[in-house]
């Protein structure tokens, strides 16, 4: 008797089969990729992730980033289990257990940033109202669960023939059944011999797909292509004829930094920390030798005629990775943030996120006029200390009111902060001196005069501390703790040299402003330079 055909609901088209094939090899790729990355970043940890945690079970998920052994077995759980189930999704190997994995993983990601009505609260890729990536996802290991397409293109059913051979021996046919009455669906070819020619070429579709994924990681990770190795040899030959163009050095050749399309850009992580930075106290407020300066995350770059630059550092530093530089900062020993109170919002998120405690002090940057207005908004927003900006100081002593300054001074002290005074010019800071002005400390400028752009010249935004000498004897003088700032000429002078420069001369702490990537290494820098100016002329402040 002829088995019967199977029901229509098993039937599966081929259009059907390659398109859940993709499905399930594109969500296998994107975990496994995921995995991957964390596995090659030295000191990945899920710790921002969790301390960012929103929604009705943000407690629990922060609370494993407070807990260093939860927080490791998060960290393995999280590598190694986006990497299994992405090799498993990709293969078609345990392709139900891999989905269920998957969507597990998922759903946790769901409920720690969950975007209910309002944008997500950790890093997001666009704005989500219920569904979001990661729940689209979910959705899809679902579907890959349940459809028996997912059994297709894979290489379970080479497992489960494999399995099957093993057991053949020991299979027997029920008592009584008569096997002409046996009635099954139409086995595929697969089915009807698992491990022959055509299943086993089926079965191994996946590892085509495993095997792009390996070569587009060695290609995105340096490993040059051919092409690129002609290029070199090309570059090491030099031009063909013409003594008017120099021969490129043999040792050149492509590398993933300076190319137009870079794929690679090494730097100092946390691992590569030497120490932190010690602390030293002006008055009762305990602060970091160094102080991250918010200028580059406000996009006030100050990068002289390039134009484009403000604009590029403001897109650079998005919310999260405003977060990310404060927090790393603060890994570093860094405790101290100086930024003008249009940064204060950012700050106040990042302290209810429970992101890190790092302190500011607030410039109170502005209109000479506006100045009480700013002092008060700052300090409403969790300043820990105050002090006039340099140029509304500069600006109110060329409008010989000075008077305003020193009421600056007490409107910040009668709110129980510390108060400071900032100067560009060292004209300004002679004037409150000589107005009996005392502040708690001081911010003043302090650069050298050798790198090439330093043209004083008015109106010419390269040059900050236009007599440094000058400065030096005259500070000296001064009893009260000294921060100073612009001491690389935003960006002119190596941070190597501008760091020993203004410890030496008597700064007691410096004020730098610093992208994440030079974090770990300004900070290594910052150590060793400490080391070697413990004795100097001008008696430490502080």
């Not at 011999?193 to 191994?204: N, Q």
């Amino acid at each position: 008797m002829a088995n019967p055909p199977p029901p229509p609901s098993e039937k599966a088209s081929a259009l059907e089969v390659c398109a859940m094939t993709l499905l399930r090899v594109a969500v296998g790729w994107h975990f496994l990729y995921e995995g991957v990355s964390k596995l090659w970043t030295p000191g990945w940890t899920a710790a921002p992730y969790l301390q960012s945690a929103t929604g009705p079970f943000a407690g629990l998920f922060q609370g494993l980033a407070e807990h260093a052994n939860a927080l490791a077995v998060a960290d393995q759980l999280n590598v190694w289990g986006l990497t299994l189930v992405g090799t498993g999704l990709m293969l078609g190997a345990l392709t139900r257990i891999s989905s269920l994995c998957g969507a597990a993983m998922l759903a946790l990601y769901y409920l720690s940033h969950p975007p209910f009505f309002a944008e997500s609260g950790g890093p997001a890729e666009g704005h989500y109202l219920i569904v979001d990536k990661n729940l689209v996802e979910l959705l899809t290991l679902l579907v890959v669960f349940a459809r028996p397409t997912s059994r297709i293109l894979a290489v379970d059913p080479l497992l489960a023939g494999i399995w099957a051979r093993l057991r053949a021996p020991r299979a027997t046919v029920a008592a009584g059944a008569a096997p002409e009455t046996i009635r099954t669906p139409v086995p595929s070819v697969a089915e009807r011999d698992p491990l022959g020619r055509r299943a086993v070429l089926a079965g191994l579709t996946g590892v085509a797909f495993l095997g792009g994924f390996v070569l587009a990681v060695l290609k995105r990770h340096g490993w040059a292509s051919h092409e690129e190795d002609q290029l070199a040899a090309k570059l090491k030959e030099g031009p063909a004829k013409g003594p008017e163009t120099a021969t490129v050095p043999a040792t050149v050749k492509p590398d993933a930094v300076t190319g137009a399309t870079i794929k690679e850009f090494k730097f100092a992580t946390i691992k590569d920390l030497k120490g932190q930075i010690p602390h030293a106290k002006i008055k009762d407020l305990e602060v970091s030798r160094v102080i991250l300066g918010g200028n580059l995350i406000g996009g006030w770059a100050h990068a002289r005629d390039l134009i484009y630059v403000s604009s590029l550092v403001k897109a650079y530093h998005h919310k999260w990775k405003v977060f990310e530089t404060l927090a790393l900062a603060e890994k570093c020993g860094i405790n101290t943030f100086l930024t003008n109170p249009v940064l204060c919002e950012t700050i106040n998120e990042y302290w209810k996120q429970k992101l890190g405690k790092i302190q500011f002090i607030s410039d109170c940057g502005g209109s000479p006029k506006d100045l009480p207005e700013l002092i008060k908004r700052s300090i409403d927003n969790g300043a820990a200390a105050c002090y006039v900006q340099g140029g509304t100081a500069d600006r109110i002593v060329e409008l010989k009111q000075v008077d305003l300054i020193g009421k600056a001074l007490d409107l910040i002290r009668q709110h129980g902060r510390v108060a400071g005074i900032g100067a560009h010019k060292l004209a300004t800071v002679k004037a409150c001196v000589e107005a009996g002005l005392k502040p708690d400390f001081w911010m003043k400028t302090l650069h050298e005069a050798n790198y090439f752009s330093y043209t004083p010249q008015e109106k010419c935004d390269n040059v900050w501390c236009d007599n440094a000498r000058e400065t030096i004897a005259f500070m000296h003088a001064r009893e009260e703790p000294w921060i100073a700032f612009k001491t690389l000429a935003a960006g002119a002078i190596h941070p190597r040299n501008g760091f020993r420069f203004a410890f030496k001369n008597g700064a007691d702490f410096i004020c730098v402003g610093m992208y994440d990537f030079q974090m770990v290494e300004n900070a290594n820098l910052a150590l060793s330079v400490l080391s070697e100016c413990r004795q100097r002329e001008r008696p430490w402040r502080a």
